[in-house]
């Protein structure tokens, strides 16, 4: 049975770290990297919100970040139980709708503050769940995709010896510029991510300006 990866649900029903064998057996919202956006929506739904004013696309449109949400303003509706607004990372040209990762936010538009108090919270949870089957990096810094550099982004990894694949819980600050322009919002995202889209991101400049 697949684990559901929140901060809740772990607090309450994880209980042995012998649990955690692969990355791919956890859930966020009942979705997992390696599954098909088809799974959960009709081919339309996706097509549309790949239409949106919302959707991300990095670098040569290597991949896009499609949203999904719990009320009838999103394309893609999903009931949530944790988060404030899911997040999917598919290819473009892709019609499998294969999830190369998948992400939970939550928002913190009044006070960043929360953002980070949530971070420590679970990450101290995860730390005891995985126990030595994961590795930690801990790194703060400016994020790429603001060219400004007064966006900053606090994060912690977790890496596995059993594959590539990672679980990251990360607090992203955005600046005042990009909430105005682009309204992206302040918000903590816990992510299971594909090794595939790690290494992308890794590349020289991933992201789109």
Same mark, same amino acid.
């Given at each position: 049975?697949?684990?559901?990866?929140?901060?809740?649900?772990?607090?309450? &029903?994880?209980? &042995?770290?012998?649990?955690?064998?692969?990355?791919?057996?956890?859930?966020?919202?009942?979705?997992? *990297?390696?599954?098909?956006?088809?799974?959960?929506?009709?081919?339309?739904?996706?097509? =549309?919100?790949?239409?949106?004013?919302?959707?991300?696309?990095?670098? /040569? $449109? !290597?991949?896009?970040?499609?949203?999904?949400?719990?009320? =009838?303003?999103?394309?893609?509706?999903? !009931?949530?139980?944790?988060?404030?607004?899911?997040?999917? *990372?598919?290819?473009? /040209?892709? =019609? &499998?709708? !294969?999830?190369?990762?998948?992400?939970?936010?939550?928002?913190?538009?009044?006070?960043? /503050?929360?953002?980070?108090? =949530?971070? @420590?919270?679970? +990450?101290? #949870?995860?730390?005891?769940?995985?126990? /030595?089957?994961?590795?930690?990096? +801990?790194? $703060? @810094?400016?994020?790429?995709?603001? !060219? &400004?550099?007064?966006?900053?982004?606090?994060?912690?990894?977790?890496?596995?010896?059993?594959?590539?694949?990672?679980?990251? #819980?990360?607090?992203?600050?955005?600046?005042? @510029?990009?909430?105005?322009?682009?309204?992206?919002?302040?918000?903590?995202? +816990?992510?299971?991510?594909?090794?595939?889209?790690? $290494?992308?991101?890794?590349?020289?400049?991933?992201?789109?300006?």
């Amino acid at each position: 049975m697949k684990k559901i990866l929140a901060i809740l649900i772990l607090i309450f &029903t994880l209980q &042995t770290p012998s649990w955690a064998d692969d990355v791919r057996d956890f859930q966020i919202e009942g979705m997992s *990297i390696g599954e098909s956006l088809l799974d959960y929506f009709d081919k339309e739904q996706i097509e =549309k919100e790949k239409k949106s004013e919302f959707v991300y696309f990095y670098k /040569n $449109n !290597k991949f896009m970040d499609v949203g999904m949400g719990g009320n =009838k303003s999103y394309s893609l509706f999903k !009931k949530l139980e944790i988060y404030d607004e899911l997040g999917a *990372i598919i290819k473009p /040209n892709d =019609k &499998t709708y !294969k999830i190369y990762a998948i992400s939970g936010q939550i928002f913190c538009r009044d006070d960043f /503050n929360i953002c980070l108090s =949530k971070k @420590k919270e679970i +990450v101290s #949870v995860l730390k005891d769940f995985f126990g /030595n089957k994961a590795k930690l990096h +801990v790194w $703060n @810094k400016k994020h790429r995709a603001d !060219k &400004t550099g007064n966006s900053m982004v606090y994060a912690t990894d977790f890496s596995f010896k059993s594959s590539k694949d990672e679980i990251s #819980v990360a607090a992203y600050e955005w600046s005042k @510029k990009l909430q105005k322009e682009k309204r992206w919002h302040s918000n903590l995202k +816990v992510e299971i991510s594909s090794e595939e889209f790690i $290494n992308f991101l890794q590349s020289p400049d991933p992201y789109s300006y």
